[in-house]
């Protein structure tokens, strides 16, 4: 497949990003940091959103979902890295929704037609190491009454002091960091037995630590088979790792642009400081790493919505390759404005700060290389 973009995909990106830049700009952004928001984001935009369709972009329309594919929340979330937008879209509209198709027919007339019109979030609770490393559960269900009771603790859970469902990983059977043996639950946040401490990331994005303490779930309340929970949650995270590379594509691109503009205005010696071959050079050069991560980004989509055998590997490149162009597009446009790049008169210190915790998020490069030699056999 071509990798450009069709002419109803074109249609969306404009779509998008006329929305996320007059309903949730880089002020916007400023805003709720000041105000030490507590949810992270303004509900009055997730409704708008759900509104759009852009909540409903991955679901099935027999649900209520747009149903536009891995390719269109790709663009929304592009649209999103350009404005530093909060929203649970990644938590809820791609993991969230994702996980859900691999649920019960009675989970998913009740959960997805609530994703789709922004009125449900979820929040994915499987990260408890210090770095990404999903097949690390020690978290366990034993099984009890009907069900099973949940006992451990989750870090890194984006937007989880936010939702209304936690879709928990736990271990059933095998050792910590054995695939085989993780289930996954839908869980109530505030079932007796479940802690929400909320932390902010550098990005003043919310996070949660989840502790769960005897938390009785039924078996109803399991998402897709016992014991076979990893490969849901590695499709379920591809998906976020390519809409996060996707995001962190918009924010290299914004930050691009900024640093352009503002060598063309800056002057030094009596002249723009646009005009230094050795800053014309470094500004060349990013251009080109960022059209890079582009082609890799747009093919991941492509290969999820194709459900290729290669999706994966095609999701780790995306997610190495945009992370490390986006600590490149940021780093240098810090550097290319000065001293003043770190204070608040310019807004490119936000996107770095948000571009640090994406690229860490689900795995950074390191993880990702090890991730497709392991793919190719190495």
């Known amino acids: 497949m071509p990798l450009i973009l069709t002419d ?24 709720l940091r000041d105000a030490a928001d507590p949810v992270g984001f303004n509900r009055d935009v997730w409704a708008k959103m759900a509104e759009m ?23 929304i979330m592009e649209a999103m890295g350009k404005n530093l937008s909060a929203a649970p879209m990644l938590s809820t509209a791609v993991l969230g929704a994702t996980a859900l198709k691999h649920g019960t027919p009675e989970q998913q007339a009740k959960y997805l037609p609530l994703i789709a019109q922004g009125a449900h979030l979820l929040a994915l609770a499987a990260d408890e190491a210090a770095r990404h490393k999903p ?6 269900a034993t099984p009890s009454g009907n069900g099973f009771k949940l006992n451990g603790s989750k ?26 043996g993780i289930t996954l639950f839908l869980v109530n946040p505030k079932a007796d037995g479940v802690k929400i401490d909320r932390r902010s990331m550098v990005d003043s994005r919310g996070t949660a630590r989840v502790t769960l303490n005897d938390v009785q779930v039924d078996g109803a309340d399991v998402l897709g088979s016992v014991g076979e929970g990893h490969a849901i949650l590695e499709k379920v995270l591809d998906a976020g790792r390519a809409c996060l590379a996707a995001e962190m594509l918009g924010l290299s691109g914004t930050a691009f642009t900024m640093t352009v503009d503002y060598l063309k205005q800056r002057e030094q010696f009596g002249q723009k400081i646009g005009s230094f071959q050795a800053l014309q050079h470094r500004a060349a050069h990013l251009f080109c790493e960022v059209e890079l991560a582009r082609s890799a980004t747009l093919k991941a989509l492509q290969a999820l919505d194709e459900g290729s055998d290669r999706a994966p590997m095609y999701v780790s490149l995306a997610k ?3 992370g490390e ?44 290389s090890d991730r497709i030699a392991r793919t190719l056999g190495y």
């Not at 097949?135 to 366990?140: D, E, G, M, N």
Request: aromatic share 8%.
């Open 320 to 322: 190495a390759k945009a």
């Open 325 to 368: 162009v986006a600590i490149l597009a940021t780093n240098e446009g810090v550097q290319m404005h000065g001293g003043i790049g770190m204070t608040d008169e310019y807004d490119i210190g936000f996107f770095m700060k948000r571009a640090r915790a994406a690229q860490e998020t689900f795995g950074d490069a390191a993880f990702h």
């Open 155 to 180: 870090g890194f859970v984006l937007d989880g002091a936010a939702a209304d469902t936690l879709i928990v990983a736990a271990r059933t059977s095998g050792d910590t960091n054995d695939s085989a």
């Open 135 to 140: 097949a690390h559960i020690a978290t366990t």
């Open 8 to 31: 109803d995909q074109l249609m969306i990106r404009d779509s998008a990003d006329g929305f996320f830049n007059s309903e949730a700009p880089v002020a916007q952004h400023r805003a």
């Open 53 to 75: 369709g852009f909540t409903g972009v991955l679901v099935p329309e027999a649900h209520g979902g747009a149903d536009m594919g891995h390719v269109a929340a790709g663009i």
